[in-house]
């Protein structure tokens, strides 16, 4: 009974070393894994993991080839498609087609009548929009937990954004998640614009994220609507809203063809 009860001593010893090593202070974290480990038995897992968990889980959405949806916004609607292993993307309206084959970006009949009147910017715009937070998974994203804060009243995790030198069209944007603390999803990003102006880095609008839809297992947002965003106050709504319908998960895409440029379109190279 001696030697019994002096090996429950020496195991109890070492459990408390090891509870007090596991603790440390998190309110500020960077990483870009899935686990961050501290003890060979506990796995603390990060913000963005967390809120991906409460979004559906990166192994669901990862199961999927593609992702189409409709967005409308003031009564125009726009059709969209997006491989989500590739991002090869088709989006069509009554007035043009826009398509992204793997290298090159392009409008029909022109990008006239797209937003920023520009291909390469807008293929992809609402995709990663509604794709986050899955989209942070992205090699070369760097994730920086920020610690709470306030927001016109309302206390938020949050998650700062940023990316490599050599990632993107614009890897001098800058995002912040805003994530319910009861909820773990994401309620506001803020983010900066600087696919026209390099120097325009700073943090501009804020999108906030509501009206939820679990569809196939994977937490969508139907509505995401733009505010004035100045000295880390929420304004005023610009009255820029997409209301989001239609999702649909795919296992396969029936006609590859339609990434394909059309005959007579105009076409944006991307390096």
Known sequence: MKAKHLFILVLSFFFSIACKEEKKDSSKTTTDSTLVSNTDTTETISLLDRCIAAHGGIDVWNSYTALSYTINEKGREVKQLTNIKDRRAYLK?????????GKTAWAFPDASKIPGKSASFYY?????????????????????????????????????????????????????LYIDPETSRLEILTYSVSFFDKNNAGINSAKVYSNYKEVQGIMMPTKLENFEWKNNEMGESTNHIRLVSDFQFLDTIADTTVFEIREDAKTEEIN
């Open 124 to 176: 992809n715009l609402d995709f990663y929009f509604i794709g986050i937070p899955f989209l942070l998974k992205d090699p070369g994203v760097i994730a920086t937990d920020e610690g709470n804060s306030l927001v016109n009243g309302k206390s938020y995790e949050t998650l700062k954004i940023t990316f490599g030198s050599e990632i993107g069209l614009t890897p001098e944007d800058i995002y912040y």
């Open 93 to 101: 309206s009554k007035d043009f087609e826009v398509g992204f084959d």
